[in-house]
C-alpha cells in the first residue's frame, strides 16, 4: 500500500528537515545533469570531459561494467552494458569504467557499444601494466584508462614475481605510453592498503611525472578502517594530483572507508551499482552518495532520483538480488509494518524515515500482517475509498491480524478480499482465467496462448518468453494491454514445502500509473500460481 502525501510539500519538508542542504548539497539536487565541463576541472578530447574537478565536487567513478561484472556468474552482453551505461550517464557518475578492454573480443564489443552512445560521462577501460592491454583500449576509442600497478609486496612477489623498480619502471613506461596516445590516465595502487606507503607515494610521485592525470587508492581485500582511511588520504593530500579511493566490503566498511577518504581529501570514489562486486562486493554507489548528500551535505553530480531505477536495472540484468534489508534500494528501506511506526509516519513521516523516499525516486509502503495497526488498517482502507464502522474495522483488524500470526504475508488482495468478506460487498473480478497451455522444452522457444474473460467478453493472446512463467505473464499482460498499462514491480516466489510437489506462493507487487498493489497465489504448479498472482493484482488495479 502507498501514501502519496503530496509529494511537493514532502520535498518541501525533506528540505526542511536536511536545512544545510539549503547552502550546499541542496544545489546538487538541483544542478545534477550539468555536464559541460564549464569551470569545474581540467577538460579534454572531445566530449567535455572533467579529468579533475576543482569545485569541491565529489566525483564517481562507476565500475559496475568491470569489477561489478567480475562478480561470480555475471556476464554482460554489449547491449546489456550500453543499457546500464546510459542509466549511469543520466544518474550523472562523471566515469564509467566500461571494461577490461584485454579481456576478449566480446568485451571490446562491449566497451565500443558503450563508447558509442557519446554519453557525458567520461568512459574507462581497465588496463595492466602491459602495451598490450592499452593498445587494446585504444582499439575501443575510450576516453581514459584505469592504469593498476600491484603495489603491495605480497602482489608483487608472489603474483607478478618482480621487484618494486621494475614495478615502477613498468608503471611509468605506461603512463607515457598512454599519455602519448592521447589518453586520460588514472593510476591506481592494486592492494595499497597492504602496501609500503613511502613506496606507494614515490611510485604515484614518478606516476605523474609521467603524466598520469589522477591518482587512485585501492582496498584490494577490504581491511581499511575509516580511521586509517583519515591518516592515509591526509598523507596523500599534498601529491600534486586527486586521488580516488576504491574499497572492498570484504568486513563490511566500504562505505564507511570511502566516505572518510572522501572527507580527508579524496576528490572521487569508485563505486558499483547496489555494491556488486568481487567477494563481498565494492562500494556501493547508493551509499555513499546519499550520504555525502543527507550527513555530510557534500556536492556531487549525482541525479538522486535515478538511484533506485538503476540499481532494479542492474539487478535485473547482472541477476544479482537485492537484499530487503539493503539500504536506500532495499525492498524494505521505505516499507512499514508495525503498528507503533506506521502511526507515528501517518503524524509525520520523519518520525520513523532518515530521508523522504522521493528523493531517491521511491515510496513510502505501508504493508500489512502480524505487527499491523488499527491506523495502517483504517488508512488502507481509506486508500481504497472503503468507509467502514468501527466494529467493522476492529473485526478485519482481527482477521488480518490472525493471518499474520499464522506467518503469512498480508497481500493488498488480501485485505480487500478479507474487507468485502466483513463488509458484506462482493464486486466480481474483471478478469478471469478462461484457459491457459504453455509449451517449454529444450528446443522450442517457451510460448504461451492464453483466454480470459475480461468484463465479460472473451479476449485470446499468445506470448513468448525466456522461460514459461515468463511466456504466460507475456501473454497474459497483451491480453489486457488495451484496458491497462500494467507494470510488473517485483516477483518472488516461496516454496513452501519441500520437493519438487511442492507448494509455492508467488508474491507480486504491480504498478499501473501511481496505484501499487501486491498479490499472491499458491499452487503446485508455478506457472499457474504465478498467473493466478498477477490477475489477482490485475482486478485490484482495475478496481
Ligand atoms: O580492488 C582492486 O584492487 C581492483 C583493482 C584491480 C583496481 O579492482
Ligand atoms: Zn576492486
Known amino acids: 500500500m502507498i501514501y502519496h502525501r503530496g509529494e511537493v510539500q514532502r520535498a518541501q519538508e525533506f528540505r526542511d528537515y536536511v536545512s544545510p542542504l539549503r547552502g550546499s548539497a541542496h544545489s546538487a539536487v538541483e544542478s545534477h545533469g550539468d555536464f559541460t565541463g564549464k569551470s569545474t576541472g581540467h577538460t579534454d578530447r572531445t566530449r567535455g570531459i572533467r579529468i579533475t574537478d576543482t569545485t569541491g565536487t565529489i566525483r ?4 559496475t561494467l568491470r569489477d561489478g561484472e567480475q562478480t561470480p556468474g555475471v556476464s554482460l552482453t554489449s547491449e546489456e552494458k550500453v543499457w546500464i551505461a546510459r542509466r549511469l550517464d543520466a544518474l550523472g557518475v562523471d566515469v564509467i569504467e566500461a571494461g577490461s578492454a584485454i579481456t576478449s573480443e566480446g568485451e571490446r564489443d562491449g566497451i565500443r557499444a558503450v563508447v558509442h552512445e557519446n554519453l557525458d560521462a567520461e568512459i574507462c577501460s581497465y588496463c595492466r601494466i602491459r602495451e598490450i592491454d592499452v593498445e587494446k583500449a585504444i582499439e575501443c576509442d575510450v576516453d581514459s584508462i584505469h592504469l593498476v600497478v600491484p603495489v603491495s609486496d605480497l602482489h608483487i612477489e608472489k603474483k607478478l614475481e618482480k621487484d618494486r623498480e621494475t614495478v615502477r619502471n613498468d608503471a611509468i613506461h605506461l603512463c607515457e605510453f598512454a599519455k602519448d596516445h592521447g589518453l586520460i590516465v588514472e593510476l591506481s595502487g592494486e592492494d595499497a592498503s ?26 584490494t581485500v577490504g581491511i581499511l578502517t575509516p580511521e586509517r582511511t583519515t591518516r592515509i588520504f591526509k598523507e596523500l593530500s599534498d601529491l600534486g594530483a586527486p586521488v ?13 572507508n570511502t566516505v572518510a577518504a572522501i572527507l580527508a581529501g579524496a576528490a572521487q570514489a569508485h563505486v558499483t551499482i547496489n555494491g556488486i562486486g568481487e567477494r563481498a562486493g565494492n562500494t556501493p554507489l547508493e551509499e555513499v552518495a546519499m550520504v555525502l548528500l543527507s550527513l555530510y551535505h557534500r556536492e556531487t ?41 506506521v502511526h507515528g509516519l501517518l503524524a509525520d513521516p520523519f518520525t520513523y524515515q532518515p530521508i523522504s523516499p522521493e528523493v531517491v525516486g521511491r515510496e513510502q509502503r505501508i504493508v500489512l500482517g502480524k505487527h499491523t495497526g488499527r491506523a495502517s488498517i483504517d488508512a488502507s482502507l481509506h486508500e481504497l475509498g472503503i468507509v467502514a464502522s468501527d466494529a467493522q474495522l476492529d473485526d478485519i483488524f482481527t482477521r488480518v491480524k490472525e493471518l499474520g500470526d499464522k506467518g503469512l504475508r498480508v497481500t493488498d488482495a488480501d485485505l480487500q478480499a478479507i474487507t468485502e468478506t466483513v463488509l458484506g460487498i462482493y464486486k466480481e473480478a474483471k478478469v478471469k482465467l478462461e484457459e491457459l497451455t504453455v509449451v517449454s522444452g529444450n528446443r522450442v522457444t517457451p510460448t504461451a496462448s492464453i483466454k480470459l474473460t475480461v468484463d465479460g467478453n472473451h479476449v485470446v493472446e499468445a506470448g513468448i518468453g525466456t522461460g514459461p512463467v515468463d511466456a504466460a505473464i507475456d501473454a497474459l499482460k497483451k491480453a489486457i494491454s488495451e484496458l491497462q498499462d500494467i507494470e510488473l514491480e517485483e516477483y518472488h516466489v516461496d516454496s513452501i514445502t519441500g520437493g519438487t510437489d511442492a507448494l509455492v506462493e508467488v508474491f507480486v507487487t504491480m504498478r499501473s500509473d501511481k496505484k501499487v498493489v501486491t498479490a499472491k497465489g499458491a499452487r503446485t504448479d508455478i506457472i499457474m500460481a504465478s498467473v493466478e498472482a498477477v490477475i489477482e493484482g490485475i482486478n485490484r488495479l482495475m478496481e
Open 301 to 341: 553530480r549525482i541525479n538522486y532520483k535515478e538511484l533506485y531505477t538503476t540499481s532494479r536495472l542492474v539487478s535485473r540484468l547482472t541477476g544479482v538480488p537485492v537484499a530487503p534489508n539493503k539500504s536506500i534500494i532495499g525492498g524494505n528501506a521505505f516499507t512499514h509494518e508495525a503498528g507503533i511506526h
Open 244 to 256: 580516488s579511493i576504491h574499497c572492498h566490503d570484504d568486513f563490511g566498511l566500504a562505505t564507511s
Open 60 to 63: 564517481f567513478l562507476d565500475t
Open 194 to 219: 597492504r602496501a609500503d606507503l613511502d613506496f606507494l607515494k614515490s611510485l604515484y610521485a614518478d606516476g605523474i611525472e609521467a603524466g598520469a592525470d589522477r591518482l587512485c587508492f585501492c582496498d
